[in-house]
């Protein structure tokens, strides 16, 4: 789930934020990558699965960040269906998410501060797909039991399509009223015997860039660059119901704009954290994730987010 901060309900900004410092608006267009960069696919996202696999997931998302002064929360819960498939002989999935939940903010406008919030509304539908290209045959559930694994390679993408909640007379809003496409190299090395190896070992990297298209109707941002990022893990299994990982990720970019103006928010950020994976059964599965921003280019930023991941395989 990605997630876009555009901060301010309650709040009328019919002159397109004439009223606003311009703090504040940097502080929102920072805010929006900040958001981004906690929001990443999470450790295993790419792990092989057995052919025909359905998998129904519901994730949850608290996230806070704190900009120039300015801050931020969101909570969110993203109901997603993913289902492995057979392409020319190797693993693919399909996907599709939405989702829900309310946005809250403390924000400099010049002349005090404001608090702000958003009844509970809907984000930004996203449909993606994936595909392994070096390491990632489709396999049936016995096949899959007894394959040794090793380095893996693949092709994903991403589509987010404006069908969230969204009003320019608003300042915070869980919709971006633009499309957005991120395209992933999911690449990992998996150290095991078999897929169900107890003491199951990868390495994961994600490297991806997300292109955005332009709001013809902004608050505060009408325009975005790419934002380029690098995802990584180290998980290891310790016996066959629990998982842990170190994760990181670093992203890079995504200047905003609007009317022709940059906002100067273009940034290098790292967070840092860890996963904890728990197997119930062979149909329910928890992720737990905490992720903390430990380096911005931006001076008085700050921010982390926790999620957590409850899914029904099937």
């Not at 629990?242 to 928010?265: F, P, R």
């Amino acid at each position: 789930m990605r997630l876009e901060v555009h901060v301010g309900q309650a709040a009328d900004v019919t002159d397109k934020g004439g009223s606003m410092s311009r703090l504040a608006l940097a502080a929102v267009a920072s805010a929006m990558m900040i958001t981004g960069a906690l929001s990443e696919e999470g450790a295993r996202a790419y792990f092989l699965l057995p052919e025909d696999t359905n998998i129904i997931s519901l994730t949850g998302t608290l996230l806070h960040l704190e900009v120039g002064g300015n801050t931020f929360g969101a909570a969110t819960v993203t109901p997603s269906y993913r289902r492995s498939i057979e392409v020319g002989g190797n693993a693919g999935a399909i996907l599709i998410g939405i989702p829900v939940g309310s946005l809250s903010a403390s924000v400099d406008m010049g002349a005090g501060i404001v608090e702000l919030d958003t009844d509970i509304a809907q984000g930004d539908l996203f449909v993606g797909a994936e595909l392994g290209l070096i390491g990632s045959p489709s396999l049936a559930p016995m096949d899959y039991a007894q394959y040794k694994p090793g380095f893996r390679a693949g092709i994903a993408a991403k589509l987010f399509l404006p069908t969230g909640d969204y009003d320019s007379s608003r300042l915070l809003n869980l919709g971006g009223n633009r499309w957005s496409l991120q395209a992933s190299l999911p690449l990992s090395y998996v150290l095991a015997e078999n897929m169900i190896d107890p003491e199951l070992t990868t390495f994961e990297l994600v490297p991806s860039v997300q292109i955005f298209g332009d709001n013809d109707d902004p608050v505060t941002v009408a325009s975005q660059k790419p934002l380029w990022r690098l995802e990584g893990h180290i998980t290891r299994s310790f016996g066959p119901t629990i998982w842990a990982s170190l994760d990181g990720s670093y992203a890079y970019g995504g200047e905003t704009s609007a009317d022709g103006v940059s906002y100067g928010s273009a940034q290098q950020t790292l967070s840092l954290g860890a996963t904890l994976g728990l197997v119930l059964n062979p149909t329910v599965a928890l992720r737990l994730s905490y992720l903390e921003q430990v380096y911005s280019s931006t001076p008085d930023t700050a921010a982390r987010g926790f999620e957590l991941n409850t899914s029904f395989r099937f």
